[in-house]
């Protein structure tokens, strides 16, 4: 993929998926695994990661090793094996739990735009990550980030922000990922800026 225009979608062909929507001018790198989710214009997923049961936004940068809705294990029966849930697996004459399968699905990952994602980071079920977070390398979340919140550690502690709140809440505004992707090469020496409040002066 070096020096190559991504004018269209491009998933590599070991990538395994499984009802999944994907956005405008997206990358799904090799050995990657995807299900019941769908990830907005502009994002990309690095090699060897699973995504399950997951909403990801605009501009999202997603590292290698990466798993995003893992899922839990049924904790509170008298038993947490699959054999509670997947007796097929075993025995002919039993029938898939489809009840579990079904909560599974609702407790969601929900990812913001603009959020980075770091090498073997971990995003538990049901975890919502605001717009601009970043997540280190190596994190385990369990909690809400708040956007534009820097995150790291086991489990995943706020390190700093990006931004004061109100920065934060100006960029949400302005919801530049929301913009043509004309604009935004435009506009691209105004990115390219340090100056966020500059930025934020001049597109609000």
Same mark, same amino acid.
């Given at each position: 993929? $070096?020096?190559?225009? #991504?004018?269209? =979608?491009?998933?590599?062909? $070991?990538?395994?998926?499984?009802?999944?929507?994907?956005?405008?001018?997206?990358?799904v790198l090799a050995n990657s695994q995807m299900e019941y989710s769908r990830?907005?214009?502009? $994002?990309?997923?690095?090699?060897?990661? $699973?995504v399950a049961d997951a909403t990801i936004g605009k501009f999202v940068a997603i590292a290698n090793s990466v798993r995003i809705g893992a899922p839990n294990h049924p904790m509170d029966r008298p038993s947490q094996h699959r054999i509670t849930y997947c007796p097929e697996y075993y025995s002919a004459s039993a029938v898939r739990d489809a009840g579990f399968f079904s909560r599974r699905r609702d407790d969601k990952v929900i990812i913001g735009n603009d959020v980075w994602i770091g090498h073997a980071a971990i995003v538990l079920p049901g975890v919502t990550v605001g717009d601009g977070a970043v997540i280190a390398a190596g994190a385990v979340v369990s909690k809400n980030i708040e956007p534009y919140t820097i995150v790291g550690g086991v489990p995943a502690k706020t390190i700093?922000?990006?931004?004061?709140?109100?920065?934060?809440?100006? #960029?949400?505004?302005?919801?530049?990922?929301?913009?043509? #992707?004309? =604009?935004?090469?435009?506009?691209?020496?105004?990115?390219?800026?340090?100056?966020?409040?500059?930025f934020c002066r001049r597109w609000e």
């Open positions: 993929m $070096s020096n190559v225009k #991504l004018a269209e =979608t491009w998933i590599d062909p $070991s990538v395994r998926m499984r009802e999944c929507d994907i956005g405008r001018q997206c990358e990830l907005g214009d502009f $994002s990309y997923v690095g090699e060897y990661c $699973s700093r922000q990006r931004f004061s709140p109100q920065i934060g809440h100006r #960029l949400q505004q302005i919801a530049w990922w929301d913009w043509p #992707l004309e =604009t935004i090469i435009e506009r691209l020496a105004d990115f390219q800026d340090a100056d966020v409040e500059a």
